[in-house]
């Protein structure tokens, strides 16, 4: 089943039971507290913090979503992609728990036939918050799942909040089990490869107040009015029905997985299907990088050095960085991203249609990119000549500092010449870059530096690291 297909027939099962199908926002998210919306629900918050009345009180969508979080799982796991899709279902002060349940049952195992995903009952898992007996119940004795097949877990897993006093609950996620091939025996807590998780609900029902630390803080109450914010993962859903190995490989990244194997001349997955090869891992980066760039300068955003153009930025350059080490050393862009077009237009004719603007802003910065790297490379090239067995830690940082210049490419060329780096000693130089980075920021939060000082240390620190952003992608608003 092709993945508009899954997306499709979601929206008709909701629509059919009384859901307002709501097209999804913008990735760049409107929240102050987010850099990208990362779950569906972020559109609908004012509604759920009842701070605006919403004209509906069931709705259906698939939200487009970036997590960059996520982003060092993309490529290793079989289910992290650094944007994806999310389909969701809410009701506001409207049907609860047993409903929700139902309603995500009845879809996922209803027969291929009858217009739903027709899996395998026996495979399906599901997992509630260690006190939710209700939901518990509900699982067994209104859905009949086996006891061993409901397991309860704690807060870190199974409780929701976002982040700050308000309206907080447990849920109940659903996972499928993809057999012995995918790993250990045992449900989602035993391996959450071979148990994928594919749907999380959401039972927004308590007030919670101030905490002391992430899952500590106390419930201090019932909310007036009982909410649903569910999410499956679009990309999860087509990969299980597709029968393919990983989220990279449905139909919408597929093509250009292919396509940057033919360009580098390797063969994907000639290994077994969980080993986790270098090759294999980096086409999957390619894959869904130039996926996640497409949509993100399709919204709008466009390569910088801060806020959401640096994460693109790094999400672009990453993915030339993959080809290079693929061996791939001409412009990779041109030849990956009409085909991630070519994939998405059908759901988003929109990618089309801004073509042109989209292929223009990747490419400069790809040509940008290259140029940085020649120049690093002219540095690089001097250094290892000078170089007897190994690259001192300061050479290879100075080429990050300066050039932007990647460690690992820097050790792939050091390798190609019979040479190591020291790495070690190029992490501790970076961390204490890290270190005075953070000292500055904290200097500069109480007031007690002047900005131009903290300015040129920014400057001459070259681009901020990936992490700083990380903060403003946290789980206040990702579900669970
Ligand atoms: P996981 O535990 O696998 O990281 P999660 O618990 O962080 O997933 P939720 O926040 O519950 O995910 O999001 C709801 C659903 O969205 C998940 O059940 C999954 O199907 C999907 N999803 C979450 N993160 C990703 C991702 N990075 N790529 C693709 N799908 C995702
Ligand atoms: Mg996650
Ligand atoms: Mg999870
Ligand atoms: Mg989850």
């Known amino acids: ?115 739903g995903y027709g899996l395998d009952a026996d495979r399906i898992w599901a997992s509630v918050y260690r006190e939710d007996d209700e939901a518990a119940g509900l699982w067994r004795d209104v859905i009949g799942l086996p006891a061993e097949r409901i397991v309860r877990r704690g807060k870190a897993d199974n409780f929701w909040s976002m982040g700050v006093p308000g309206p907080s609950g447990p849920c109940s996620e659903l996972f499928y089990d993809r057999g ?52 499956m993962g679009l990309e999860r859903m087509a990969a299980l029905l597709q029968g393919v190995d990983n989220l990279y490989e449905v139909d919408e990244t597929r093509p250009i997985l292919d396509r940057a194997a033919e360009l580098t001349g390797k063969v994907y997955g000639a290994r077994a299907a969980m080993d986790r090869h270098p090759d294999d891992v980096r086409l999957r980066v390619v894959a869904d990088h130039v996926r996640t760039a497409l949509m993100l300068i399709g919204d709008g955003v466009t390569p910088a050095n801060e806020g959401r153009g640096y994460v ?26 009409p085909v991630a077009r070519d994939t998405m237009a059908p759901s988003y004719p929109e990618l089309a249609a801004d073509f042109e603007r989209i292929a223009s802003a990747a490419y400069g910065e790809e040509d940008a990119f290259r140029a940085t790297l020649r120049q690093g490379s002219a540095l690089l090239d001097e250094a290892l000549d000078a170089t007897r067995g190994s690259l001192p830690a300061s050479t290879a940082f100075r080429l990050h500092d300066t050039y932007g210049f990647p460690i690992d490419l820097t050790v792939e060329i050091a390798a190609e010449r019979g040479l190591d780096v020291d790495v070690p000693g190029f992490r501790a130089l970076m961390d204490e870059q890290r270190r005075r980075a953070k000292a500055d920021a904290q200097a500069k939060k109480s007031g007690h530096a002047d900005v131009g000082p903290f300015r040129a240390v920014l400057d001459e620190s070259g681009p901020t690291e990936w992490l700083a952003y990380e903060t403003l992608d946290t789980e206040s608003t990702v579900q669970a």
């Open 1 to 115: 089943m092709r993945t508009a297909e899954v997306k499709r027939r979601f929206l008709a099962h909701f629509e059919a039971r009384g859901h307002t199908v709501v097209p999804s926002a913008p990735l760049p998210a409107a929240d102050p507290t987010l850099l990208f919306v990362n779950a569906g629900m972020v559109p609908f918050k004012p509604y759920m913090l009842g701070q605006e009345t919403p004209p509906y009180t069931r709705a259906a969508s698939v939200q487009k979503c970036v997590r960059t979080l996520d982003i060092d799982e993309v490529g290793k796991t079989t289910r992290h992609g650094t944007f994806f899709q999310m389909n969701g279902n809410f009701s506001f002060g409207d049907y609860f728990k047993e409903e929700a349940i139902r309603f995500a049952w009845d879809l996922v195992t209803a027969p291929l036939s009858e217009g």
């Open 180 to 231: 012995p091939e995918f790993g250990r025996e045992g449900g989602p807590e035993a391996d959450e490869d071979r148990y994928m998780e594919f749907w999380n609900l959401v039972f927004m029902q308590y007030e919670r107040g101030e905490g002391t630390g992430k899952d500590d803080y106390p419930i201090v109450g019932e909310l007036p009015a009982r909410n649903i914010d569910t999410g």
């Open 312 to 337: 693109l930025r790094r999400i672009l350059r990453r993915a030339v960085r993959a080809m290079r080490l693929l061996g791939f050393a001409d412009p990779a862009l041109p030849e990956l991203l």
